[in-house]
């Protein structure tokens, strides 16, 4: 795999999407008609806001969308001209 920032970012964004995926669905072994919208406000439904399983996978996503936010922002600065 090449090492320059675009098949970084594309990986990148595979790897969010495969997440997201996964967390909706164990939302959904716990509420079965769970949404997307619902995973993004957990705590608005206790089940899932104290689900270890659930906590554990959504860390994950906002650990690769923190990185996703950095990896944009670094991009944008570098084309700008602000490192």
């Known amino acids: 795999m090449p090492n320059d920032s675009s098949s ?3 990986l990148l964004e ?4 495969h997440q997201r995926t ?3 669905k164990v939302a959904r072994e716990i509420i079965p008609d769970a949404t997307p919208e619902d995973i993004r406000n957990p705590q ?3 089940k899932l806001s104290t689900d270890t399983l ?3 996978e959504d860390g994950i996503l906002t650990g690769y969308l923190s990185l996703q936010t950095a990896l944009y922002n670094q991009e944008n600065n570098e084309s700008n001209g602000l490192e």
């Open 22 to 24: 996964k967390v909706l």
């Open 54 to 56: 659930f906590n554990y």
């Open 44 to 46: 608005d439904f206790p």
């Open 8 to 10: 970084i970012i594309q």
């Open 14 to 17: 595979e790897m969010v999407e």
